[in-house]
């Protein structure tokens, strides 16, 4: 090791300490806060069921929860995608898009290729996708955000050039593919089935192995993961992979409900990703992104959605208070870390 490598192992040891010693004092709080830091954002989902279940005889019936669970999974799954980016310490503005793009080569493809195979197709295109997100922010040195959002922007263009701007429709012969987002065992939507498969492989694959351990390492202090050996690259770029991987797999159901491919199906998936991953944040005072707050942070959504639109409140208002949300959720984030030194401004 050089010189200048030990010089600078050296003060990444040094700042992780004193980063320590700094989080050790400011957990010096009461029992109270600490009660509200772990559960608050569970107590205001309780507090605003309870409300909503007051106002509407209908809301507290299994047949609404059944409705909420099946509306939220397309932005459960690119939540979920999104939470692996954000963990890494990067940003995934594509997703959108990549659902978009998945659920139009789905569609083309399956005429071609039979069901099976165009869902392969799709979800490695997705993959693909990721990589290059992630090759161009680390080898690349590029801005998460603007190479992401450039992206976005390369593949609207391609969406639109291929389909013309017009959907692109399953028929409706293809009735296994139809099952995936449109079929039910028992009383529970498939599409369900789908989203708690993936969450459960992925909360495996993010406490149970080195693939969540290492991403999170590297998000936390990139620096300290690197001397550490990991290969910091590496594991962002496949934050990168499994976040448009699991952005592909919604493409496939959103096709697979809908009975067709949308040219601009995907986009407003962004702004709910982004406030269920730092709405989830809060959730068990981590403080951080992390896959299970990410997936109560889309349920809570989806289920003042829905209480919302029971009560009649005006379709406006759903945009506004999913502002608020997005706002609130990263205000109360940065409250639970206060004792760390605000130094970023992107």
Partial sequence: ??????ESLAKA??????????QTA???????????????????????????SIASPYFASL???????????VSALVSLGLTW???????DLS?????????????????????????????????????????????????????????????????????????????????????????????????VLILLAVFLVALVAATRTRIGHYIAAVGDNPMAAFYSGINVYRWVILAFVLSALMS??????????SSSAQPVGGE??????????????????????????TLVGVFFLYMVDSGMNMVGFPFAARHIFQGLVLIIAVGANALLNREEVHLKFI
């Fill in 1 to 6: 090791m050089t010189q200048a490598e030990q």
């Fill in 13 to 22: 040891k040094t700042t992780k300490k004193l980063v320590a010693k700094t």
């Fill in 26 to 52: 400011g957990r010096n709080e009461s029992s109270a806060m600490r009660f509200l830091r772990r559960w608050g954002t569970i107590i205001v989902l309780v507090l605003a069921a309870v409300g909503f």
């Fill in 63 to 73: 047949s609404n929860l059944n409705n909420i669970l099946f509306s939220m999974i």
């Fill in 85 to 91: 980016v954000v963990i890494s310490g990067s940003f």
């Fill in 95 to 191: 997703i959108g898009l990549t659902v978009t793009t998945s659920s139009i080569l789905v569609a083309f493809l399956i005429p071609i290729l039979g069901p099976w195979a165009a869902i392969a197709v799709a979800l490695i295109a997705a993959c693909l996708i990721g990589a290059v997100n992630g090759i161009l922010v680390t080898y690349g040195r590029l801005s998460g955000i603007v190479v992401t959002l450039g992206v976005m922007f390369v593949l609207s263009g391609i969406n639109i050039f291929i389909t013309g701007g017009y959907q692109v429709p399953v028929g409706y012969d293809e009735t296994a593919f139809l099952y995936l987002g449109q079929g039910k065992f028992g009383i529970v939507g498939v599409p």
């Fill in 248 to 257: 592909g797999i919604a493409g496939v159901i959103v096709t697979s409900i």
């Fill in 268 to 293: 407003g998936y962004l702004l709910e990703a982004f406030a269920a991953v730092f709405l989830g944040a809060t959730v068990l005072g981590k403080g951080r992104p992390h896959l299970l707050g």
